[in-house]
Every structure is written in structure tokens, then in C-alpha cells.
């Protein structure tokens, strides 16, 4: 049996299929595991949600910031964008058995010696505060007080970890630094508007904001994380114990497979 994780898919379906076939992926045999982000964006986010709902326990994931807000416009707490690409998820037949069993799915994963979490882990907590947290996330999600979550999901404050935080803030906190954060600073503190590369930081940040896997004394830094979001990474070397996967597909770059076995990496280009 092969563990291989994907990067954002983000509704590019076609893609994965050849990288699958690729490696020789037996759905009976090999695991896949995605990053987050499975829908929006691409062209086939209803084929990709069924493809992979299909694959059973032959296939996991963590939920991204795209998959929560198809999950919060199914709750009808927001209209979709002009840019999304969700709505034959929501006119689809089964599309109800596809957004229950995506809200079904963790924050964060373990798999082998890695964890797998879409945007990362903020440099402040540990590897078991942060499963901690995505669980607090998850037990909401899979109970009464998951439309109260939706509704209190949008927005970028608070912006730094307070263990009194309660409710919809603390939520929302949990879920902006597992699902959106790109440059924080070493206390925790997130900015969420700059969505550049690290070298394009605006200069109004740069003397206390950097890429979250930046800080030399961030407390994950033993342990191997994987992740997705941050497309304008392009996949490149982030240090030590970091596998970015997402390469950006969706806007004319790669979709990268990685081997967890072996480490071997797969792309398939736009």
C-alpha cells in the first residue's frame, strides 16, 4: 500500500486522473490524500467531489478555505462570488450527500510521521495544541452548533490566539490559521489581507511579518508538515520538514502528487 498526498485540486479533476494513473494509483491498495481545497475555482468541482467521495476509505482530506465556504453558501449564510464555481455542487442530485460528507472531514490529519493541514500551523502552537484545536473545530462542525459556526466563519479578527477566546471567535481563529494563513508574526499574530509571494511582502509588514514556517523557534519546526494554499509558493523549498504541494494548477501552474513513502513528487502541468 502507497500513501500519496495532492495538492489543491481546487476543481481540476482531469489533472489528478492523469497523475494518478501515472504512479498506477489502485483505489484497493493506495491511499490518497488531499491538502484541502478540493473544489472552486476549476471547472469540475461536482465530478471532483464525486470522484473522491467515491474512493472511500481509499481517500482523505482536510478541509480548505474553499471547501468551508461551499459548505457556508449550502448553509445559506453566503451568496456565492461571481468567481466561484459551485453551483452545480448545489443543483446536483446527490449534492446533498456530497456537502454532508464534506463537512464530515478534520482540519488536520496524521498520516505515517507527517501532518497534513491546508494552510498551516501558526508558529506559537505545538503540533498537539494545534490538534487540539482543529478537534474543537471539528466536534462544531459535526454538531447542532454548526450554523452558528458558518455564520461567525467570515473575517479576519481576531487576529492573534487568546486561550480565553469562546465560540465564534475562537472558531474563527482556529480556522483562519489552519485554512488561511500565509504570513503571521512569531507570536501568532495573522495578517491576512497580503496573499504574495514571501520576497513580494509589503513593506509596511516586513519588519515584523514573515511566512509562518519562517521563525527559527517555531515549535513544529521537528515535525513534518504538509500543505497546500499558498499557491504563489509555487512549490518551492520552504525549509526543513515542509512539503508545500500546492502549485497552483488552477492558474496555469502544476498539480503536484508527493509519494509518502518514498518522498518522490509528481507534477502535472497546466
Excluded at 40 to 53: A, M
Excluded at 120 to 144: C, F, H, Y
Amino acid at each position: 500500500m502507497a500513501d500519496y498526498a495532492v495538492g489543491d485540486i481546487q476543481g481540476c479533476l482531469d489533472p489528478l486522473l492523469q497523475l494518478l494513473d501515472r504512479v498506477n494509483f489502485e483505489p484497493g491498495a493506495d491511499r490518497l490524500i488531499a491538502a484541502g481545497d478540493l473544489v472552486n475555482r476549476g471547472p469540475q468541482s461536482l465530478q471532483t467531489l464525486r470522484f473522491c467521495h467515491s474512493l472511500g476509505s481509499a481517500f482523505q482530506t482536510v478541509l480548505g478555505n474553499h471547501d468551508l465556504h461551499l459548505l457556508a453558501i449550502s448553509h445559506g449564510v453566503r451568496e456565492p462570488t461571481p468567481k466561484d464555481t459551485l453551483d452545480e455542487i448545489l443543483n446536483a442530485s446527490d449534492g446533498d450527500t456530497l456537502l454532508q460528507w464534506l463537512q464530515q472531514q478534520p482540519l488536520l490529519i496524521s498520516v505515517r510521521d507527517y501532518t497534513i493541514v491546508h494552510a498551516g500551523i501558526p508558529p506559537n502552537w505545538t503540533l498537539d495544541m494545534a490538534k487540539r484545536m482543529a478537534a474543537e473545530v471539528e466536534q462544531v462542525l459535526q454538531s447542532d452548533q454548526a450554523g452558528c459556526y458558518f455564520e461567525g466563519m467570515y473575517g479576519n479578527q481576531p487576529d492573534s490566539w487568546d486561550d480565553a477566546l469562546s465560540g465564534p471567535a475562537r472558531w474563527r481563529l482556529i480556522t483562519n490559521y489552519l485554512t488561511r494563513m500565509r504570513f503571521c508574526t512569531a507570536s501568532g499574530q495573522l495578517d491576512l489581507a497580503a496573499k504574495t509571494g514571501p520576497e513580494d511582502l509589503p513593506l509596511e509588514l516586513a519588519d515584523d511579518f514573515a511566512p509562518w514556517f519562517s521563525f527559527e523557534d517555531r515549535k513544529t519546526r521537528n515535525d513534518k508538515i504538509i500543505f497546500g494554499h499558498w499557491a504563489a509558493l509555487e512549490g518551492r523549498y520552504c525549509g526543513a520538514n515542509l512539503f508545500p504541494l500546492d502549485t497552483g494548477y488552477v492558474w496555469g501552474g502544476a498539480l503536484r502528487l508527493m509519494n509518502l513513502d518514498t518522498g518522490e513528487v509528481f507534477q502535472q502541468q497546466a
